[in-house]
């Protein structure tokens, strides 16, 4: 967008019957529906990029609760090899 797509509207008003002229108002109308364009497609887009980072968060927390898991059990690994080492005769 320009610099100018940033400026407020210049609105005349009619010599006779009073009010705007009507093409400042569409312009002014036109330019407000580009910027609300504008705007939703840019939500869009975060909202798109929103759900792909969510997805990778899922993923990602999938796999720590995986390597969790796999601590825990190497650990109950470890504690019955060093029970069944402290029960042999000669320990």
Same mark, same amino acid.
């Given at each position: 967008? #320009?610099?100018?797509?940033?400026? @407020? @509207?210049?609105? *005349?008003?009619?010599?006779?019957? !009073? !009010?705007? *002229?009507?093409?400042?108002?569409? #312009?002014? +109308?036109?330019? +407000?529906?580009? #910027?609300?364009? #504008?705007?939703?497609?840019?939500?869009?887009?975060?909202?798109?990029?929103?759900?792909?980072? $969510?997805? $990778?968060? *899922? =993923? =990602?927390? =999938?796999?720590?609760?995986?390597?969790?898991?796999?601590?825990?059990? +190497?650990?109950?690994?470890?504690?019955?090899?060093?029970?069944?080492?402290?029960?042999?005769?000669?320990?």
């Amino acid at each position: 967008m #320009t610099d100018s797509a940033h400026e @407020p @509207p210049t609105l *005349r008003h009619r010599r006779l019957g !009073g !009010g705007y *002229r009507r093409e400042d108002v569409e #312009t002014a +109308l036109e330019k +407000l529906l580009a #910027t609300v364009r #504008t705007v939703e497609a840019s939500l869009e887009q975060l909202r798109q990029r929103s759900a792909e980072l $969510e997805a $990778e968060l *899922r =993923a =990602a927390q =999938a796999e720590l609760q995986a390597y969790h898991a796999r601590e825990d059990r +190497l650990e109950a690994a470890v504690r019955r090899a060093e029970g069944v080492l402290a029960r042999r005769p000669g320990a």
